[in-house]
T-cell receptor
Framework: ETGVTQTPRHLVMGMTNKKSLKCEQHLGHNAMYWYKQSAKKPLELMFVYSLEERVENNSVPSRFSPECPNSSHLFLHLHTLQPEDSALYLC???????????????FGPGTRLLVL | GIQVEQSPPDLILQEGANSTLRCNFSDSVNNLQWFHQNPWGQLINLFYIPSGTKQNGRLSATTVATERYSLLYISSSQTTDSGVYFCAVRANYGGSQGNLIFGKGTKLSVKP
């Protein structure tokens, strides 16, 4: 138990569906992250939020839309996805982005997404 | 951008054996973390170690920042050590805050 939870753990969706992934951290952290992990590829950072403001958007397609309503919750809204978007989506949090040990990242268990 | 290479890509050990995993990076870093991903996908942070040596039980890590590599040592391996070990770094130059670059990982299998 890392203090970061994600729901759902598994998701199957069609290309025309709209769904949302939820992440919640119980660590009192100020920074949250979305990562994508595809087979045979390194983890890819998608979005970074610090104090509810987006500070990083790594050229992610607009069919992925993040939302951070407060420092404990992070959502990833999905619409009109493609089969190649099937992957493990991981959420992480850290105490901050100020450098040093505060940037130690704690990961949730992930959501395994299959797009048909 | 910064390159991160991990070796070996795969490693099979007998329970009780020791091992060394390596992470090479192409530029100076201000952040280096080692993670273990279990077979169910959960990533656990093992060490925050941009330089120096740390130990936690059977695991220890050393980063030689001037020579751009880090080593993760696993002693007396157990079957629960199986999984993928990732090294992640952030370069000193430019880049965005919090943007860790992950290596491809070392997949470890410990046999009973």
């Amino acid at each position: 138990e890392t203090g970061v939870t994600q729901t759902p753990r598994h998701l199957v969706m069609g290309m025309t569906n709209k769904k949302s992934l939820k992440c919640e951290q119980h660590l009192g952290h100020n920074a949250m992250y979305w990562y994508k992990q595809s087979a045979k590829k390194p983890l890819e950072l998608m979005f970074v939020y610090s104090l509810e403001e987006r500070v990083e958007n790594n050229s992610v397609p607009s069919r992925f839309s993040p939302e951070c309503p407060n420092s404990s919750h992070l959502f990833l809204h999905l619409h009109t996805l493609q089969p190649e978007d099937s992957a493990l989506y991981l959420c992480a949090s850290s105490q901050g982005l100020a450098g040093g040990r505060k940037e130690t990242q704690y990961f949730g268990p992930g959501t395994r997404l299959l797009v048909l | 951008g910064i390159q991160v290479e991990q070796s070996p890509p795969d490693l099979i050990l007998q329970e009780g054996a020791n091992s060394t995993l390596r992470c090479n990076f192409s530029d100076s870093v201000n952040n280096l973390q080692w993670f273990h991903q279990n077979p169910w996908g959960q990533l656990i942070n093992l060490f925050y170690i941009p330089s120096g040596t740390k130990q936690n039980g059977r695991l220890s890590a050393t980063t030689v920042a001037t020579e751009r590599y880090s080593l993760l040592y696993i002693s007396s391996s157990q079957t629960t050590d199986s999984g993928v070990y990732f090294c992640a770094v952030r370069a000193n130059y430019g880049g965005s805050q919090g943007n860790l670059i992950f290596g491809k990982g070392t997949k470890l299998s410990v046999k009973p």
